[in-house]
């Protein structure tokens, strides 16, 4: 795994229960789950890697339980990323550090929740979505200026949302769906 960034000296941020800490060392839950166990500390591009990382994950859910779960899972996983983003951006001092990427996942999950399992789809989905993640349309470019945690979800939300408007017509008119 890659070496954890310098850590902040931000004697203010807080641990799970309001205890203060220094800086979250990367097995914290909260880092854990905001740096989708490691993946947003991969040098260069760690959206596209958090995205790329987030479709095996999506597969599994939607081959062993349902497509359906995978609704239900990114909107779970959501509300989790926005606790665990507040924790690290309150660490580290950055308020949307690079390194997390449990937006790109929750995004990318929404993204292909109507896919079919089929490898093209996926790939279709996940082009989409980076595509309406870096764009930001509005009111994507208006969620990320949200404070804290919330906006660091929320923008990816909205464009995994999108994304998801344009893929389903695409696969329908490709016979896919």
């Known amino acids: 795994m890659p070496a954890e960034p310098p850590a902040s000296s931000n004697s203010s941020a807080l641990k799970g229960g309001g205890e203060p800490i220094d800086a979250l060392s990367w097995s914290h839950p909260a ?3 905001a740096r989708w166990f490691g993946v947003g ?6 959206g596209t890697w958090g ?14 339980i349902a497509k359906p779960a995978l609704i239900v899972a990114a909107v779970a996983l959501f509300f989790l990323g926005w606790w665990a983003a507040e924790r690290v951006a309150a660490a ?4 949307d550090d690079s390194t997390i ?3 790109e996942v929750v995004g990318q999950w929404l993204a292909i929740s109507a896919a079919p399992l089929n490898p093209a789809a ?7 979505f980076r595509v ?11 969620a990320e200026r949200l404070p804290g945690g919330l906006g660091v979800m929320a923008d990816d939300a ?9 893929l389903v017509p695409v696969l329908r008119f490709l016979g896919a769906l």
């Open 31 to 33: 880092a854990l789950i």
């Open 158 to 166: 909205l464009a995994g949302l999108y994304a998801l408007i344009v």
């Open 51 to 64: 995205s790329v990382a987030a479709l095996p994950c999506a597969w599994a859910i939607a081959y062993f």
């Open 122 to 128: 996926y790939v279709l989905g996940f082009t989409l």
């Open 92 to 95: 580290s001092g950055i308020a």
């Open 101 to 103: 990427v449990v937006d």
């Open 41 to 46: 500390l991969l040098p260069s591009a760690p």
């Open 132 to 142: 309406f993640d870096i764009w930001k349309p509005w009111p994507v470019s208006w």
